[in-house]
């Protein structure tokens, strides 16, 4: 169900206070918020924490089932710079026949401070050509095709995944570089076999044996790579770990974020409004609004765990029935 920007941040105001969105990543929020034109079905907030004025970029998931409204949403965007690479794939979309029309769904990534043009992550249709998708996107996005080199590694990356594995989204990461991200989902415990079969070209030791001890607890891993424009894998990655509970009453993230903070990755009051987020609330007559902790995320680059990041998100259903945290 779509929903304005602007009006769900205002709603959430009093659930993300400092320490876990300070009052000027608040004033960059509604300043993008004013601007965004685009309503969106999903909103999460991506807080990088562990520092005392943490910084909040600003997520929108858009469907396919809400193209048709979104379409008379996008007059003028055309000029604004930015927002072309966007406008180019967002026509490409919306018009039936076009080789990115059947792709389900985007994510829209806007870094605050940052560049104005949003990142885009978007599904992959398992019916069609993995190779002409991608291409055809990054074509729309940048205006040429991506190299054999990388065609190669992506399809790499997806051959080697174990049973159960998936690649959910490819990103292009506009206003970044022009590296190509991979966003694929395995079992937990698979990781370490998953990188050495993919010839990792970076040590493994500590990170096997940071990640074994926590993998365990979670539900759903996700893992982020990014091909660089010859070919070659980039340094970091990014450890996705989430539940199939999202909506409160979930033991065991407090005892994830505690071990995290344990790094220095997170500090005890960031760890506590987090896990007072989740619930719902009343949205007007007939609709409520559903807070749920997507997912954290763990960067690792240079050998360590670098910095972890926290997903809050918010989105409206029909109905309201009251419940945890509400």
Known sequence: MLSSTRSLLDVSRTRLTFPLVGPAAWTRLWDLADTLPLPADIHCLECHLGGEETRVDLLCCLTASSREALKGRLEGLEERPAWRPLMRFLTGWFTPGSPVHDIGLLWLEFDLPGSATPSVFFSINQGSSLERQVDEAFLLFHGERLSKAVHTRIQRCVDTLPPGG??????????????VRLALELKPLQLP???????????????????????????????????????????????????????????????????WGEDGLCSPEQCDALLRWPGRAPFGPALQLLRTLH???????????????????LRLQPGFAGGAGS
Not at 166 to 179: K, P, Q, Y
Not at 298 to 305: F, T
Request: net charge neutral.
């Open 166 to 179: 998936s690649l959910n989204h490819v990103a292009a990461m506009l206003g970044r570089n022009r590296d």
């Open 193 to 259: 076999q998953y990188l050495h079969a993919l010839g990792w070209p970076y040590p493994l030791e500590e990170l096997t044996r940071s990640f074994n001890a926590r993998a365990p607890d979670v539900d759903r891993l996700g893992l982020s790579l990014d091909v660089e424009p010859g070919g070659a894998l980039g340094p970091r990655l990014g450890l996705e770990f989430a539940f199939h509970r999202a909506l409160g009453n979930e033991p065991r993230w407090p005892r994830l974020l505690a071990e």
């Open 295 to 313: 997912h954290v995320k763990v960067l690792w680059e240079g050998g360590r765990l670098s910095e972890l990041k926290a997903y809050p998100a």
